[in-house]
């Protein structure tokens, strides 16, 4: 059974830094690109960060230089980490797993985020 668990999500002041984690299990994790999405309320979900098989990345503006996302594929796991929170950052972290070569993609369950002081 393939599963994706989020974890690392919480309250952070404003400036601060958290880390988000996304572990795939019950596949070949190396064969999925990862992406980061986020929703706030009452917003459509938007995406965030993705990286690729082979560790290209892509970021929104919203977050270019301040957000980086990685994968160790060691421990079939991406990350979030998220540097210079604003409270704009607020919302349900979802992780995605995408597979290169078709099939279907997997989401997690989400991880709150909240930025504020």
């Known amino acids: 059974q393939v599963q994706l668990v989020e974890s690392g999500g919480g309250l952070v002041q404003p400036g601060g830094s958290l880390r988000l984690s996304c572990t795939l299990s019950g596949t070949i994790f190396s064969l999925f690109a990862m992406d980061w999405f986020r929703q706030a309320p009452g917003k459509e979900r938007e995406l965030v960060a993705g990286i690729s098989v082979g560790g290209s990345t892509n970021y929104a503006d919203s977050v270019k230089g301040r957000f980086t996302i990685s994968r160790d594929n060691a421990k079939n796991t991406a990350y979030l980490q998220m540097n210079s929170a604003e409270p704009e950052d607020t919302a349900v972290y979802y992780c995605?797993?995408?597979?290169?070569?078709?099939?279907?993609?997997?989401w997690g369950q989400g991880t709150q985020v909240t930025v504020a002081s």
């Open positions: 995605r797993a995408a597979p290169v070569v078709g099939g279907r993609e997997f």
